[in-house]
């Protein structure tokens, strides 16, 4: 794949929750290795985009979508949803590590089920690999059996993130990620970001557009279910086209 095009191309996407309409028309272009930030305020239809992209509304029967997301030129509609979450990963907006497991089987449980290691010395080196690169192998390389529920919350994040990252996706998908955390988690977390793109394409949703313009490359601004302009971050918010765009990046929607 060539390094301009587009790795995920959303076009015309509409999602409908129990008969009411989310998303109307949702067009996007998200570019490789890139932080890519959805912004917005609450209810705007941010977190809905992202559920389409790795299909987590498969779940759903309420939910109905029409449209095309393609992944590297592939329609993940037509992908099998195992490999589709595979090469996209999910962060939520709560820590949500599995409590009673040990920090390393929390990151192995992906790569197991998905059978991605053939030994257990290639598990432990994919592990502490995962773990480096959400910057936690510091502070947990003497405890891996120490159980995931008594790490911080910042720490139980990037445990998350390891867990998603363990897997190698070629995208990462974080719905505001750092919301319940406190200002230093939320700092290393940031950090984490902008670091990673290095190895993958992260895709952040937000409602704080100060976090949109700290880490992200590009920002495309949703309203009431559209995208109302998108763009290189630097130009969205000192020369936004939009009106609402301007008003909201100044905190006045």
Request: with cysteine; glycine share 6%.
């Amino acid at each position: 794949m060539s390094s301009d095009k587009p790795i995920i191309e959303i076009r015309n996407l509409k999602v409908r929750i129990a008969g009411k309409e989310v998303l109307k028309g949702i067009n996007l272009e998200i570019p490789r290795n890139k932080v890519f930030a959805i912004m917005g305020p609450s209810g705007s239809g941010k977190s809905t985009i992202l559920r389409s992209i790795n299909r987590l509304w498969d779940l759903y029967p309420e939910v109905e979508i029409d449209g095309e997301i393609l992944l590297d030129g592939k329609d993940v509609y037509a992908m099998k949803d195992k490999e589709v979450r595979r090469l996209v990963g999910m962060v939520f907006q709560r820590p949500n590590p599995f409590p009673h497991m040990s920090i390393f089987d929390n990151v192995a449980i992906g790569l197991k089920m998905n059978k991605l290691v053939k030994s257990k010395e290639e598990l432990r080196e994919r592990v502490e690999w995962a773990l480096k690169k959400a910057y936690l192998w510091d502070e947990v390389k003497d405890e891996l059996k120490k159980k995931a529920s008594q790490l911080s919350g910042g720490q139980q994040q990037r445990l998350c993130i390891a867990r998603a990252l363990a897997l190698k996706p070629k995208v990462l998908l974080m719905d505001e990620p750092t919301s319940a955390l406190d200002v230093v988690s939320t700092k290393k977390i940031e950090e984490t970001i902008v670091e990673l793109k290095k190895d993958l394409t992260i895709v952040i949703v937000t409602h704080n557009p100060q976090q949109a313009a700290r880490i992200s490359d590009y920002v495309a601004f949703v309203y009431q279910g559209q995208v109302i302009e998108v763009g290189p971050t630097s130009e969205i918010f000192t020369r936004p086209k939009n009106k609402l765009t301007e008003k909201y990046v100044l905190g006045k929607v």
